[in-house]
C-alpha cells in the first residue's frame, strides 16, 4: 500500500487544509498515512525550517504508483501528456512522469550535492502547478528560482468584435 508522510508543524493553519485534503484523497484511494511534528524531530528543523507542510511520498514507486496519485489525489488525467514532477523529501531526487503515446515513461535525476529549489504556490497551500519548461530546465540543473524575476513579454491584444456595429 503507498505510504505518504505530511512534515507539520504546530499552529500550522497550511498543515490542516494539507490533512484536509490528504484526508478526502484517503477516502478515495485508500494509502498510508504518518504525520511527523517537525519541532519534535531538531534533525529536521535545518531541513524544512518554515516549508511545511511538506507531503512526503514513498520514493520506490515507479511510474504506475505515481499515475494512481496524480489520477485519485491530484485529480487529473495521467494520459493527458502532462508531465508530472515529483520530489524526494530531501529535494536531492526528482522523478518525472509522462504518458508518451504508448506507455509511461519515467526520468529520475539524483544529485550527488545539493538540493533541487522547486517552486511552491505563493500561498503554500496543496496544489498542482502549471509551470513552463523554462522553469522546470533550471530546476532539474539545481537552480533556485526564489530570487529570480521575469521580464515582461509581448502577448497578443484580444481580438475585437465585429458584431459591435
Given amino acids: 500500500m503507498p505510504k505518504v508522510t505530511l512534515y507539520t508543524r504546530a499552529g500550522c493553519c497550511l498543515c490542516e487544509e494539507a490533512k484536509r485534503v490528504l484526508a478526502a484523497a484517503r477516502a478515495r484511494a485508500p494509502f498510508d498515512f504518518e504525520e511527523i511534528d517537525i519541532d519534535r524531530h531538531p534533525e529536521w528543523l535545518p531541513l524544512y525550517n ?33 508531465l508530472f514532477i515529483f520530489f524526494s523529501k530531501r ?54 528560482l526564489a530570487g529570480a524575476r521575469r521580464r515582461p513579454r509581448w502577448q497578443p491584444r484580444p481580438a475585437l468584435s465585429i458584431a459591435a456595429r
Fill in 50 to 82: 518554515e516549508e511545511v507542510p511538506v507531503i512526503a511520498i514513498d520514493g520506490r514507486k515507479g511510474p504506475d504508483s505515481l499515475m494512481v496519485l496524480v489520477r485519485d489525489v491530484f485529480c487529473h488525467d495521467p494520459l493527458s501528456g502532462h
Fill in 91 to 144: 529535494r536531492d531526487r526528482v522523478r518525472i512522469v509522462y504518458w508518451d503515446r504508448n506507455g509511461f515513461a519515467m526520468w529520475t535525476k539524483r544529485l550527488e550535492k545539493g538540493r533541487f529549489c522547486p517552486t511552491f504556490s505563493a500561498d503554500g497551500r496543496l496544489s498542482s502547478e502549471a509551470i513552463e519548461a523554462a522553469e522546470l530546465a533550471l530546476i532539474v540543473e539545481g537552480i533556485d
